[in-house]
């Protein structure tokens, strides 16, 4: 749950829970006097995985029924009650790819899609890749996939692309990492 809030909250409203995913309304009184219903969509906290090795950035490939096309994506996943980002990111990494890292670094935590959702990322930078068994979850149908470092920002910009694609990619360049 975010912050305590900077103006009164009337009522909070659950309308729909499935435990990984939790949606409803805030009903606010605006600065103004009036009250409105402010909704929301509350997930789990993610961690998104820029791995490097050898020159290259691992990547996956799948399909996202939610939007209709096949993405170009970094490797990501939810963290578990009292994983870390960076423990969650290792533990994504080596189930999505078949690779485990020798290190891991947080790069950044962010809130996403403020206007909306109730949700966290950590963005995680992963190196020293060693080659482990891969277990996926029983809804992930993905292909790893290495790109050239000099490549893969701009790959990662053609369309279909996604945020924490995009936003893992740039945090990791501006930190001289790719």
Not at 79 to 93: I, K, N
Request: hydrophobic share 35%.
């Amino acid at each position: 749950m975010p912050g305590e809030p900077e103006w009164p909250v009337r009522e909070v409203v659950v309308e729909y829970d499935e435990g990984w995913f939790v949606g409803g309304y805030d009903r606010v009184e605006q600065p103004d006097g009036t009250e409105k219903r402010y909704y929301w969509a509350e997930l789990s906290p993610a961690t998104v995985i820029v791995a490097v090795a050898d020159g290259q950035v691992l990547f996956v490939e799948q399909y996202r029924p939610t939007v209709r096309n096949t993405q170009l994506e970094l490797p990501a996943g939810v963290v578990e009650s009292g994983e870390s980002y960076t423990e969650a990111g290792a533990r994504e990494l080596a189930e999505e790819t078949g690779f485990e890292p020798s290190a891991t670094s947080l790069l950044q935590e962010v809130w996403c899609s403020t206007g909306v959702l109730r949700h966290q990322r950590g963005y995680v930078f992963a190196e020293g890749l060693e080659p482990v068994d891969v277990d996926h979850d029983s809804n992930e149908f993905l292909t790893p996939r290495a790109v050239p470092v000099d490549e893969a920002l701009a790959l990662a910009r053609e369309p279909p692309t996604n945020d924490a694609t995009l936003e893992g990619l740039l945090l990791a360049e501006r930190e001289g990492l790719l």
